[in-house]
Nanobody, 115 residues
Framework: QVQLVESGGGLVQPGGSLRLSCAAS????????MGWYRQAPGKERELVAR???????NYADSVKGRCTISRDNAKKTVYLQMNSLKPEDTAIYYC?????????WGQGTQVTVSS
């Protein structure tokens, strides 16, 4: 059984930074691709960043150069460092684990960028 628990969200001013964390349970973390998605009010969930089991990364165009995804297999944790945050980054951020075609999701953490 896989459980994902996100943390690190909150209220930040435009231009600020946040670091999201997602801790996974179970034994498949190091074999899985991990991702961060977000969903703003009235919008569909979208991919923010993804990291493969071999640590290859890809990012949404909207966050390239501002966000960095990383993973620590020993801690079974994936991180999303977000810098130069903008009001349009406001959303619920969800952690995703993908393993042999099956998706697991965390409960989400709210990120609000506002002055």
């Amino acid at each position: 059984q896989v459980q994902l628990v996100e943390s690190g969200g909150g209220l930040v001013q435009p231009g600020g930074s946040l670091r999201l964390s997602c801790a996974a349970s179970g034994s498949i973390f190091s074999f899985a691709a991990m991702g961060w998605y977000r969903q703003a009010p009235g919008k569909e969930r979208e991919l923010v960043a993804r990291i493969s089991r071999l640590s290859s990364t890809n990012y949404a165009d909207s966050v390239k150069g501002r966000c960095t995804i990383s993973r620590d297999n020993a801690k079974k944790t994936v991180y999303l460092q977000m810098n130069s945050l903008k009001p349009e980054d406001t959303a619920i951020y969800y952690c995703n684990l993908n393993y042999v075609g099956r998706d697991y999701w965390g409960q989400g953490t709210q990120v609000t960028v506002s002055s």
